[in-house]
């Protein structure tokens, strides 16, 4: 048995969108099961994120610090955004975030993973990429607002950030994943080993 995620579509009788917000909506889909029995499935519709797990050469992460309202919590992240237009390259988008979040461009782009945040109830899909070869970006900085504006920046130690996951203080998706996914890569192949930046991504098909 191969252990791998494949897709399939199972049959819809009938969907309707009862919310839609500024970036996402809510859809309830009728759902045949296997048995034929229908249920009614809610999720919310995501147009999908990129994140960035920036290494520098001291082994460092570069992680910000941000108010979430729907948590409660200020939580310690690696730079991440939304794919704010269809079919957008995820590289293209990670490259900005990392600009516009932190001031950073990055030479050496890889793709660490990809994962879907929430399947049971979103259809998120977030690619993380592992930039390195780190330094400040050209030009001002990027203009914040909202939450963004009491951001704090800072450059962490790895093995501190999986400290931190593994004794239950860091709990952001895209930073466990990333960090984590890192230490793996890294005591594996290695990063060079890692997906080349514009590898395919079927859950958000794009240009390269």
């Known amino acids: 048995m191969t252990i791998k995620d494949t897709p399939e579509v199972w049959r819809v009788t009938a969907t309707e969108t009862p919310f839609r917000g500024n970036k996402t909506s809510v859809r309830t889909d009728d759902v045949v099961m296997p048995d034929g029995s229908v249920v009614k499935r809610d999720y919310q ?62 030479e050496d ?24 070869d780190l330094s400040a970006a050209d030009g001002e900085r990027f203009e914040v ?8 920046l800072a450059r962490v130690p790895l093995e501190e950030l999986v400290r931190g996951v593994l004794a239950g203080d860091l709990h952001n998706t ?23 930046a514009q590898a395919p991504w079927p859950a958000r098909p794009f240009e390269a």
């Open 45 to 106: 519709v995501h147009p999908g994120s990129v994140a960035v797990l920036a290494l520098d050469d001291e082994g460092r992460v570069l992680v910000l610090r941000q108010y979430r309202h729907p948590v409660r919590h200020k939580l310690w992240e690696i730079p991440a955004g939304l794919l704010d237009v269809p079919g957008e390259n995820p590289l293209h988008a990670a490259q900005r975030e990392l600009y516009e979040e932190a001031h950073v461009k990055a």
């Open 145 to 152: 607002a909202e939450e963004e504006a009491d951001m704090e």
């Open 109 to 132: 782009w890889r793709v660490l993973t990809d994962v879907y945040t929430t399947p049971g109830g979103c259809d998120e899909a977030v690619r993380i990429f592992l930039a390195r």
């Open 174 to 196: 895209c930073l466990v994943v990333g960090v984590l996914s890192a230490v793996a890569a890294s005591a594996g192949e290695g990063f060079d080993a890692l997906r080349e």
